[in-house]
């Protein structure tokens, strides 16, 4: 096993990193099969699998944080696996059961104990559930056999800066979904959609790119990566589309904002209301709550600016420091969020 003393717990990157045990569970002849403990990095798929050929692939990415009385808490599981059912149902594939998603998450998290990072660290073990279609087709239908598998990961911030507020960029000539497709389902065609403005953005020293509603382009959608809100006047403000996905992340902030006395509005959020708001940010599982300090909407010609460009502003901070807090044991867990490792 890899000798895990030369890790740098606080100077982690947000990328791969093997760890020691992989899970895998197998969808076939209308029943899924036992769980499978595996070390190896790579699947042996079939050339005409529809995963390869007709996207059938649903993911999910959640955490797993190390206390300082020095449990392990896994945060809000259960929501995950409700957004893997419904990005399964979305496209046509078996969804994951309840009991099958839990079990496997909690075993991956058991077994790679080790790749936790310390408390104190800033960093997590993030956890990557995936689905694929497994079934040779030709002709456009789904597979009749699926694998789910499960891999976790040590990892430091999303963004590279920490929580630090960014500036993000809209192009105008991207969508990164439909009206009517794929936006609400966890599927990677969705980010590779993103990638041409994602990449644009970055070229241009930009975090990210932040998109609007693909049928008008007058309501802000959300980003690349994540999920976007905005504070203003002792009000939580968030995107409502039909082509969003449904941050847990953001769920988990309007119920923080409810707690610390702010009003939530999700509804559609016209690009000139930026002109007004106090605050704004991206968050969700990877990024947790990234704080944005100027968005450039480039074909417009047009700049919004956020308080100070060197801090986060207050609401974020606090919104923030009360979810990682809840995360870590540092704060008590009133909504039943976290699920702890024995």
């Known amino acids: 096993m890899e000798n895990l003393g030369n890790i740098d717990w606080e100077k982690l990157p947000f990328g791969y990193m093997k760890t020691d045990y ?4 197998t969808f076939k002849d209308g029943k899924w099969g036992e769980i499978e403990v595996h070390t190896d990095e790579t699947l042996n798929i079939h050339i005409a699998a529809t995963c390869l050929h007709y996207g ?4 999910e990415g959640l955490k797993a ?3 300082a009385d020095g449990r392990i808490r896994i945060f809000r599981p259960l929501d995950n696996a409700h957004r893997i059912q419904e990005s399964a149902r979305g496209i046509k594939m078996e969804p994951i059961t309840d009991e099958l998603f839990m079990k496997m998450i909690t075993q991956v998290v058991k077994m790679n104990e080790r790749f936790i990072p310390p408390y104190g660290s800033g960093s997590s073990l993030y ?9 040779p087709r030709v002709g456009v239908s789904p597979a009749d056999e699926y694998l789910f598998m499960v891999m976790v990961m040590p990892v430091g911030p999303y963004f590279k800066q920490g929580f630090k507020p960014t500036r993000v960029v809209i192009y105008r000539d991207y969508d990164r979904a439909a009206p009517c497709g794929t936006g609400r389902w966890k599927v990677g065609g969705n980010y590779a959609a993103g990638m041409g403005a994602t990449q644009r953005a970055k070229d241009n020293g930009y975090s990210a790119a932040l998109f609007l509603d693909p049928k008008e382009k007058r309501y802000i959608d959300e980003c690349g990566p994540a999920n976007f809100f905005a504070i203003k006047d002792n009000k ?3 995107p409502k589309s039909g082509s969003i996905l449904p941050s847990i992340t953001n769920k988990s902030l309007q119920q923080i904002a409810i707690d610390m006395g702010l009003e939530v509005e999700c509804r559609p959020m016209k690009v000139e209301e930026l002109e007004v708001m106090d605050e704004v940010a991206e968050c969700g599982t990877a990024a947790v709550a990234a704080p944005i300090c100027q968005i450039d909407d480039y074909d417009m010609g ?9 801090v986060a502003g207050p609401v974020v901070t606090k919104l923030m420091q009360r979810l990682q807090a809840i995360q870590r044991g540092d704060y ?3 909504h039943g969020w976290v699920t702890i490792v024995e």
């Not at 992989?22 to 569970?25: D, F, G, S, V």
């Not at 059938?56 to 993911?59: N, T, W």
């Open 22 to 25: 992989n899970l895998r569970a």
């Open 56 to 59: 059938q692939e649903v993911f």
């Open 65 to 67: 944080f190390r206390g």
């Open 127 to 135: 956890i990557r559930p995936l689905e694929i279609g497994m079934s």
């Open 236 to 238: 939580y403000i968030t």
């Open 302 to 310: 047009k700049s919004y600016t956020f308080g100070d460009p060197a």
């Open 332 to 334: 008590p867990d009133e």
